[in-house]
């Protein structure tokens, strides 16, 4: 209930972030009842085909549900931290509250979801849709209550537990809290990488799992290297930020150096892992470019597709907007000690700069290196 209050007395910015999440949930949860329609109307092709459908869902889950902890990680900046310490909320509250607000709205979205796609069907009114295959939508087909409602808590239920365990914060940090130390994630990450190119270069040449919309398919073992480098990548990410901001800072840098250099290194906590996740989505989109040029995409995959960008590219907006507002404090101090706006407006372009190095110089590596499908 308090949840419930607070996200009704939340203020427009964060009320359209919540609708973002809310609207992501409700388009998985399209994506998951298309999956069990293709198994309710295809019962003889076997276990394995829908399992490999359901499987295809798995991302789609995974960035809404990061999407979601995002979201409950930046909100408690904008809740009345007064009426909720009064209340009694500490740290551990308002943990609890921003995860149960996420599981929340995205069982919203999901409520949503069910009425959308019995629409579809034409179970609500009129005949169904004839743009998506009849097969996704098993119109004929009486849907079983016990596994509609088993996909659709899967977002809701996972966006809590995650941000009900993960480290969410309580606020919006200023410079000094943010941490100052090298990730240790970076080895790790480069290992990951190097890991999952050599198991998809070694991958049998068997193809077992077939990609959408009639795209080829892909051994199982080459599937398990692109989780391993996509992992790799978001693990690796702090570690390249802060790496970046060493090598700005290092051989007798000058003022826009160090400062760039300084700034990267304490926000390398906060804006590598969405930097990393955005690496890996362009990886993939990379490499999913080249295969068979001109085959049309199905509605689905279109659709899959979008939703997974839209996601990413809110994330880590969503971080960015979060470091420029712990970088006022230092901006305004500048401003007063009389820095000139070109100098601010270099140092921020030299950031950027190196931060698109940091994303997309690993994401195009790994594109090159993956075997084609």
């Given at each position: 209930?308090?949840?419930?209050?607070?996200?009704?007395?939340?203020?427009?910015?964060?009320?359209?972030?919540?609708?973002?999440?809310?609207?992501?949930?409700?388009?998985?949860?399209?994506?998951?009842?298309?999956?069990?329609?293709?198994?309710?109307?295809?019962?003889?092709?076997?276990?394995?085909?829908?399992?490999?459908?359901?499987?295809?869902?798995?991302?789609?889950?995974?960035?809404?549900?990061?999407?979601?902890?995002?979201?409950?990680?930046?909100?408690?900046?904008?809740?009345?931290?007064?009426?909720?310490?009064?209340?009694?909320?500490?740290?551990?509250?308002?943990?609890?509250?921003?995860?149960?607000?996420?599981?929340?709205?995205?069982?919203?979205?999901?409520?949503?979801?069910?009425?959308?796609?019995?629409?579809?069907?034409?179970?609500?009114?009129?005949?169904?849709?004839?743009?998506?295959?009849?097969?996704?939508?098993?119109?004929?087909?009486?849907?079983?209550?016990?596994?509609?409602?088993?996909?659709?808590?899967?977002?809701?239920?996972?966006?809590?537990v995650t941000a009900?365990?993960?480290?969410?914060?309580?606020?919006?940090?200023?410079?000094?809290?943010?941490?100052?130390?090298?990730?240790?994630?970076?080895?790790?990450?480069?290992?990951?990488?190097?890991?999952?190119?050599?198991?998809?270069?070694?991958?049998?040449?068997?193809?077992?799992?077939?990609?959408?919309?009639?795209?080829?398919?892909?051994?199982?073992?080459?599937?398990?290297?692109?989780?391993?480098?996509?992992?790799?990548?978001?693990?690796?990410?702090?570690?390249?930020?802060h790496l970046g901001?060493?090598?700005?800072?290092?051989?007798?840098?000058?003022?826009?150096?160090?400062?760039?250099?300084?700034?990267l290194q304490q926000?390398?906590?906060?804006?590598?892992?969405?930097?990393?996740?955005?690496?890996?989505?362009?990886?993939?989109?990379?490499?999913?470019?080249?295969?068979?040029?001109?085959?049309?995409?199905?509605?689905?995959?279109?659709?899959?597709?979008?939703?997974?960008?839209?996601?990413?590219?809110?994330?880590?907006?969503?971080?960015?907007?979060?470091?420029?507002?712990?970088?006022?404090?230092?901006?305004?101090?500048?401003?007063?000690?009389?820095?000139?706006?070109?100098?601010?407006?270099?140092?921020?372009?030299?950031?950027?700069?190196?931060?698109?190095?940091?994303?997309?110089?690993?994401?195009?590596?790994?594109?090159?290196?993956?075997?084609?499908?």
């Amino acid at each position: 209930m308090l949840s419930l209050r607070v996200l009704k007395g939340s203020g427009p910015a964060a009320a359209s972030r919540w609708l973002l999440v809310g609207l992501a949930s409700c388009g998985t949860g399209l994506l998951l009842l298309g999956a069990l329609g293709w198994a309710l109307a295809h019962p003889n092709a076997g276990t394995s085909d829908a399992v490999v459908r359901l499987g295809w869902c798995v991302v789609p889950v995974v960035v809404t549900v990061q999407l979601a902890v995002a979201v409950a990680r930046a909100q408690p900046a904008a809740w009345p931290r007064a009426g909720l310490d009064a209340a009694g909320l500490g740290r551990s509250g308002l943990v609890l509250l921003g995860a149960a607000s996420a599981a929340v709205v995205c069982a919203a979205g999901s409520v949503v979801a069910l009425p959308l796609f019995l629409l579809l069907r034409g179970d609500l009114a009129g005949g169904p849709y004839h743009g998506i295959a009849p097969g996704l939508l098993a119109t004929g087909h009486h849907l079983p209550p016990a596994g509609v409602v088993t996909l659709l808590a899967v977002v809701p239920v996972a966006a809590g537990v995650t941000a009900a365990t993960g480290r969410l914060g309580t606020g919006r940090r200023t410079s000094s809290d943010e941490p100052s130390g090298t990730p240790s994630g970076l080895p790790w990450g480069i290992a990951l990488v190097a890991a999952g190119l050599g198991v998809e270069a070694g991958a049998p040449g068997g193809h077992d799992i077939p990609l959408p919309s009639g795209l080829g398919s892909i051994a199982s073992a080459a599937a398990g290297g692109w989780v391993l480098a996509a992992v790799g990548l978001v693990l690796a990410g702090p570690g390249l930020v802060h790496l970046g901001g060493r090598l700005l800072a290092a051989f007798r840098p000058g003022a826009i150096r160090l400062l760039s250099g300084r700034a990267l290194q304490q926000e390398a906590h906060r804006i590598g892992p969405p930097l990393g996740l955005l690496s890996a989505a362009t990886a993939a989109a990379v490499s999913a470019h080249g295969l068979r040029p001109g085959h049309p995409l199905g509605h689905v995959t279109v659709f899959a597709a979008t939703l997974v960008a839209v996601c990413v590219l809110a994330i880590a907006a969503m971080a960015a907007v979060e470091s420029r507002s712990t970088r006022r404090p230092a901006a305004a101090t500048m401003r007063d000690l009389a820095v000139s706006p070109a100098v601010l407006r270099s140092v921020l372009a030299l950031r950027a700069g190196v931060l698109l190095v940091a994303f997309l110089l690993p994401a195009l590596l790994v594109a090159a290196m993956s075997p084609k499908p």
